[in-house]
């Protein structure tokens, strides 16, 4: 079962910040959060992953709770090609939770 | 090369044909899985190969059956499908650090089975 829950779905303005959040209030001490999206159609894209502090990359900031059991995932400047379905995932990196197990996701419409 | 490709793109089958789907990365990644995915649904996990080994089968019925033949290549044999069996078929990789564990999984764009 996933371990995450997320709101069904969420839409923004193209240009606008997408700010999609997650909880994940029984994530265990080497558990991570990953996020990955899946345009329609297509395989599932990693976007980014941390452990307690925010991350920054080309394509997304995450910014975990101190407590660790939620996040937000920002997409800071939304354009039509991020309409997809995003996933938050939390694993360990070793063991038998180190599988990635998919929830229902957020889907997220960019509208014009 | 930063990429996951599967073969082929689409297959339809019959109930009595026997069928393979084919990955391939070059990222020199030592895991590699399979998940299936049904209309609106998240992926599903079905087989993991750590270093060429069966490592996770997710209970999977046997008329699916995974083979790495090496570490580039991933290998979905299909027999005796039922309709239901009708889903988008996707591959993955990922390396395997020893202490750091397991990356971020790749993915490829699916192959998107019919079955008759």
């Known amino acids: 079962d996933a371990k995450t829950t997320q709101p069904p779905s969420m839409d923004c303005a193209e240009g606008r910040a997408a700010n999609l959040p997650c909880n994940h209030s029984?994530?265990?001490?080497?558990?991570?959060v990953y996020w990955y999206r899946q345009i329609h159609s297509q395989g599932p894209q990693y976007i980014i992953h941390?452990?307690?502090n925010n991350e920054t990359n080309e394509m997304a900031s995450l910014i975990i709770t101190e407590d660790r059991k939620s996040s937000t995932l920002i997409l800071p400047h939304a354009t039509l090609r991020d309409t997809a379905v995003y996933y938050c995932?939390?694993?360990?990196?070793?063991?038998?939770?180190?599988?990635?197990?998919f929830g229902k996701g957020i889907t997220l419409s960019v509208r014009p | 090369d930063t990429e996951v490709t599967q073969t082929p793109k689409h297959l339809v089958m019959g109930m009595t044909n026997k069928k393979s789907l084919k990955c391939e990365q070059h990222?020199?990644?030592?895991?590699m899985y399979w998940y299936k995915q049904k209309a609106k649904k998240p992926p599903e996990l079905m087989f993991v190969?750590?270093?060429?080994?069966?490592?996770i089968n997710e209970s999977v019925p046997s008329r699916f059956s995974p083979e790495c033949p090496n570490s580039s290549l991933l290998n979905l044999h299909l027999h005796a499908l039922q309709p239901e069996d009708s889903a988008l078929y996707l591959c993955?990789?990922?390396?395997?650090?020893?202490?750091?564990?397991?990356?971020?999984?790749?993915f490829g764009p699916g192959t998107r089975l019919t079955v008759l």
């Open positions: 993955a990789s990922s390396q395997v650090a020893g202490l750091a564990g397991v990356g971020e999984q790749f």
């Open positions: 029984t994530i265990s001490g080497n558990e991570y």
């Open positions: 941390g452990l307690k």
């Open positions: 995932i939390v694993r360990a990196r070793t063991g038998a939770n180190s599988k990635l197990t």
């Open positions: 990222m020199g990644h030592r895991a």
């Open positions: 190969y750590s270093y060429e080994k069966l490592s």
